[in-house]
């Protein structure tokens, strides 16, 4: 069975397809419709739809609070390199790190072998030997590959 969190971002994802990248939702009545609390919601929207991912989330709290969730067009390679750049920082968990391959691919700048070649070559499996500092390793991996990708 498909997690929560996977579900409710299909549903939001096919609510932007339906209305041209551009949806408002209120976060109680979504938390409602799929029985969990608005906190899940919340990590739902923190970590699938972000600006590496190519989103803008405004969100307004309150007896009228909603959600605005609008899916932007990368024109500028340069900014969402920095953009990148900056997500990734000096440390990277393999989750955030498959997140960001998958916006790569989703973004036409990896294919499909090439993201699955790379999130082999960053798991915690490959990067075991580095110990301690596996994540920042794999910052530092990942930093290159986008060197390569937009230079």
């Known amino acids: 069975m498909a997690r929560l969190s996977n579900v409710i971002e299909e549903y939001i994802r096919t609510l932007l ?25 919340n990590y739902v929207l923190t970590t699938r739809f972000t600006p590496v ?7 307004r709290r309150g007896g009228g609070g909603y959600i605005r969730i609008v899916q932007v067009e990368i024109e500028d390679n340069r900014k969402y390199a920095d953009l990148l750049q900056e997500e990734i920082g000096d440390s990277l968990t393999r989750i955030n790190g498959d997140r960001i391959l998958d916006a790569l691919a989703e973004g036409g700048f990896l294919d499909e072998r090439e993201k699955r070649l790379l999130k082999i070559a960053l798991s915690d499996r490959a990067l075991a030997a580095a110990g301690d500092v596996r994540n920042r390793l794999r910052a530092e991996i990942l930093q290159n590959v986008l060197l390569g990708i937009f230079s």
């Open 17 to 41: 397809a339906e209305k041209d990248g551009n949806v408002e939702i209120k976060r109680n009545v979504l938390a409602q419709h799929f029985g969990c609390a608005p906190s899940q919601i």
């Open 53 to 59: 991912q190519g989103f803008y989330v405004e969100s």
